[in-house]
């Protein structure tokens, strides 16, 4: 994985997504983005929005999109109002809304073995679908990698095992969690 953020870095990247979502609903100004440094860097992310500590909007890209900061503020932006799952986050909702971000390293196909829960995410891809798992799914849990994998396969509408058929892509990378 690349340097990890540090936690002015970490801070700075939260607070572009709040700007993102805030813009988005017409509250305040763009995010400034920064020109230069990590946050410049081409990565993948996901952005979690929490309202009054309910997860209320998830969006995220596995492939780098863009700078960092840029990325995640237009994952913020789109996630407020575009997550079909959950009404759409509101300026009322600001005042209780919080942020978590994922950032990922590249990824890489699982050669051998299972991911290790709680340290690596995992994608697993069959035909269109594609799911995939942040290593925070598996916190508090006793899961093997097994199971995180099969989870994998769940969250894309797969047979839970479908991990070990020869069409599917099982693919695995490390992943920065932090927030509000």
Do not use: N, Y
């Not at 979690?48 to 500590?53: K, N, Q, S």
């Amino acid at each position: 994985m690349t340097q990890p953020l540090t936690s002015g870095e970490r801070a700075a990247l939260v607070a572009v997504a709040r700007e993102g979502v805030a813009h988005r609903l017409g509250a305040g100004p763009a995010p400034r983005l920064p020109v230069d440094g990590p946050l410049a860097m081409p990565r993948a992310a996901f952005v979690t929005l929490a309202v009054g500590g309910e997860v209320r909007a998830a969006l995220g890209s596995l492939s780098p999109g863009g700078p960092l900061a840029t990325v995640v503020a237009a994952l913020a932006a789109r996630a407020a109002l575009d997550d079909p799952r959950q009404p759409p986050i509101t300026i009322g909702d600001l005042p209780t809304l919080s942020v978590r971000l994922a950032v990922l390293g590249p990824l890489r196909p699982l050669s051998a073995g299972a991911p290790r829960p709680g340290l690596d995410g995992a994608a697993v891809t069959r035909g269109w679908h594609r799911g995939l798992l942040l290593p925070s799914a598996a916190a508090g849990k006793d899961w093997s990698g097994e199971l995180f994998l099969k989870h994998a396969c769940l969250a894309a509408g797969l047979p839970a095992r479908a991990h070990l058929e020869p069409d599917a892509r099982v693919e695995v990378f490390e992943v920065e969690e932090f927030g509000e």
